[in-house]
């Protein structure tokens, strides 16, 4: 039996239409699809109905699968000879274990193909109208993990951060804040440096918060993942370039005029 193909798909940080073209073309003949938890469920809608789909989610301190759970999955499908669509939020190769995932192919001889995707780091501070880069305010961006803040030896060196890039971009890092405001501060970053956080990017869900390193910990406290944080000037320029307004419905009841009987009715406005 021929050996099947594993393709690391990228699906974008979530809204669907962010999904490449070369990724909806493989999410439409995919005969096995392994999705995170990051996924937008609607894209599996582009999947054939007969395809094995096998919810592989991940959240922080509850990994439902494990990494090499979801490495033996892919090699042992592929070698029954399916075509398999590991299907991951963002990019697979920012963040997203998609490195391990293609040396466990190599390693098991499984043919592979990565196909990129629109990650969150760049998607989300553009949804929420913040630039990366500005020629006025930043040449330079970083996209780093928070979850390094509260290790005991940190592969980040925050110091050299805070000193050498304009703007500093945080996947995964809501539950650390505190702790990377506090570094970042130690490390001589400005008290009024803006930041903002970004819950739910690219989506109906979108919550963006802003606030300095002083007092961004306590304005996001109730910001839960997934969320980017971006810290650095081009966070006050969302004041006038916030173009993502997701719709928002709000419904009322009011007393119906004349020629009703009387009846109350609801009626639903909604808000663009």
């Known amino acids: 039996m021929p050996v099947g193909k594993v393709y690391l798909v990228g699906a974008g940080p979530g809204d669907p239409g962010l999904l490449t073209v070369r990724g909806q073309q493989l999410l439409r003949g995919a005969q096995v699809i392994l999705y995170d938890q990051l996924v937008n469920p609607g ?25 090499d759970e979801i490495n033996r999955l892919l090699i042992a499908h592929a070698r ?12 697979p190769f920012v963040f997203g274990r998609g490195g391990e995932e293609a040396e466990a192919l190599v390693e098991a001889g499984i043919p592979f193909e990565v196909v990129p995707g629109v990650s969150a780091a760049i998607a ?6 913040i630039p990366l880069t500005d020629r006025n305010f930043a040449s330079s961006f970083a996209v780093v993990t928070g979850h390094e803040a509260l290790k005991a030896r940190p592969v980040l060196d925050w110091g050299k951060l805070a000193a050498a890039v ?53 304005k996001a406290a109730h910001i839960k993942s997934p969320a980017v944080i971006v810290i650095g000037q081009v966070v006050n320029l969302r004041e006038r370039l916030d173009w993502f307004a997701p719709p928002r419905k709000i419904f009322y009841s009011r007393q119906a005029g004349a020629g009703t009987k009387g009846h109350r009715h609801l009626e639903c406005l909604e808000v663009i």
């Open 43 to 67: 894209l599996l809608d582009e999947a054939p109905a007969a395809a094995i789909k096998i919810f592989a989610g991940k959240e922080a301190e509850n990994h439902c699968v494990s990494q």
């Open 80 to 91: 029954l000879g399916y075509d398999v669509l590991r299907l991951k939020g963002g990019d």
């Open 124 to 129: 989300v501070p553009a949804y929420a109208g």
């Open 166 to 218: 304009d703007t500093l971009v945080i996947l995964m890092g809501v539950k650390n804040l505190p702790e990377i405001a506090r570094q970042l501060l130690f490390h001589g970053l400005s008290p009024e440096t803006p930041v903002a956080v970004i819950h739910r990017g690219t989506t109906p869900d979108q919550d963006t918060v802003t606030g300095t390193l002083t007092d961004i910990v306590c």
